[in-house]
């Protein structure tokens, strides 16, 4: 099956692109990479009647420090972070992540600005980001806001984008030294959608710890402290409540029990990962 026929803009500029925004009609959709509205186009999923293609803006992928952190423009690619072309404020962290995500021809044109404002609870820059504690950078004809993953991910394929605006940029705080971080999913094969995933992130210094359930079919389950391994951040010596995880599961809406077994397992293993 081929896309419906639609209107295709290039703007030259993020401002270009929020004018085209401005006056476009309902469902007009932006591109940056493609690697998820492309196949929704060829199967009619959605068929807009415009497509603001913003690939090609330099201004959204240029990276730049900002006090402790690192600003992000939405049109990096994954093979970027993957790559190193970026600094790395979080001790191999992207580089990792970004290593895992589908295959290299993806990587190659998927973008972080995408994966975001398309919110798939599959996608790992979703539960990594909210986990890292970074925010959004939105653009519009009002103005620029920010907002915090968490806030600006509100369920399967939702977020807080008003009509108008664009994702332009993710801030990432930097990870002291001492911080741990876990990560897993699980997949039928590799390069797949994953159907359960967990980022853990223990900060020893501050006691401080978040750990972020995702692929499931609400927004992440975000837990911020230590109840899942024994209230241990500072010896991190944990004794991982299984039982307590999975009644997170439950009232999460997870009602299959072998789903929540593998959310579990897939958690027990990005915990051990960040106390080791």
Not at 75 to 83: G, M, P, Q
Request: glycine share 10%.
């Amino acid at each position: 099956m081929k896309a419906a026929s639609f209107n295709y803009a290039r703007p030259q500029s993020v401002s270009d692109a929020v004018g085209l925004l401005a006056k476009a009609e309902d469902g007009t959709r932006i591109m940056a990479g493609g690697q998820s509205l492309g196949p929704m186009l060829n199967l009619r999923l959605v068929q807009p009647p415009l497509i603001i293609d913003i690939a090609g803006l330099a201004e959204l992928r240029s990276v730049e420090r900002d006090g402790d952190a690192l600003v992000i423009g939405a049109c990096v690619t994954h093979a970027d972070i993957e790559d190193g072309r970026l600094p790395d404020v979080t001790h191999g962290i992207l580089p990792r992540i970004a290593r895992g995500i589908a295959y290299r021809a993806v990587r190659n044109r998927g973008t972080i600005g995408g994966s975001l404002g398309h919110a798939d609870p599959a996608a790992d820059w979703v539960t990594t980001l909210t986990a890292l504690g970074a925010s959004v950078q939105l653009t519009g004809a009002p103005g620029r806001r920010d907002l915090a993953v968490t806030e600006f991910i509100q369920g399967v394929l939702q977020t807080a984008l008003r009509p108008g605006e664009l994702v332009t940029a993710i801030r990432l705080p930097s990870l002291s030294p001492t911080a741990r971080f876990g990560y897993a999913k699980a997949c039928r094969k590799p390069g797949e959608f994953a159907h359960a995933m967990a980022a853990v992130l223990i900060e020893p210094d501050t006691a401080r710890s978040r750990i972020v359930i995702g692929a499931i079919d609400t927004t992440p389950i975000i837990i911020d402290d230590s109840s899942l391994f024994g209230g241990a951040t500072s010896h991190l010596t944990p004794q991982f409540d299984r039982a307590l995880a999975d009644r997170r599961l439950i009232q999460a809406g997870v009602a299959d029990p072998a789903a929540r077994h593998i959310h579990v397992s897939v958690l027990a293993r990005a915990i051990a990962e960040a106390a080791a």
